[in-house]
């Protein structure tokens, strides 16, 4: 089991950024698909971002495309997410989350498809 903390959440002004960071600890980090989700009060966990083994590959929910960064080092077994242009509706709990299967080096959006979760960090946007 992949132990995730997440870092790095906090408020902000509509238009400003913030990097949230992920530290995992337990088994083989640079073997584990990586993501990001986020859920709004009254609102399902969605997808945000999720970024493959080596990092070459990623993939982004429509919403996000183009303002948020997901990037990983393996070498210090963290995950980070760039928030840029940030709107009232990125307001979340942001997750990060671990794809441990070791056949599947493939960005993944389903929820369900990951084995670990962190215990989340808020984010706040201000109008």
């Known amino acids: 089991q992949v132990q995730l903390v997440e870092s790095g959440g906090g408020w902000v002004q509509a238009g400003g950024s913030l990097r949230l960071s992920c530290a995992a600890s337990?088994?083989?980090?640079?073997?584990?698909?990586m993501g990001w989700f986020r859920q709004a009060p009254g609102e399902e966990r969605e997808f945000v971002a999720a970024?493959?083994?080596?990092?070459?590959?990623?993939h982004y929910s429509g919403s996000v495309k183009g303002r948020f960064t997901i990037s990983r080092n393996n070498a210090e077994n963290t995950v980070s997410l760039r928030m840029n242009s940030l709107k009232p509706e990125d307001t979340a709990v942001y997750y990060c989350?671990?794809?441990?299967?070791?056949?599947?080096?493939?960005?993944?959006?389903?929820?369900?498809?990951?084995?670990?979760w962190g215990q989340g960090t808020q984010v706040t946007v201000s109008s």
């Open positions: 337990g088994g083989t980090f640079s073997r584990y698909v």
């Open positions: 970024i493959s083994w080596g990092g070459t590959t990623t």
């Open positions: 989350a671990a794809e441990t299967n070791p056949t599947r080096n493939r960005p993944t959006a389903p929820t369900g498809e990951y084995d670990d």
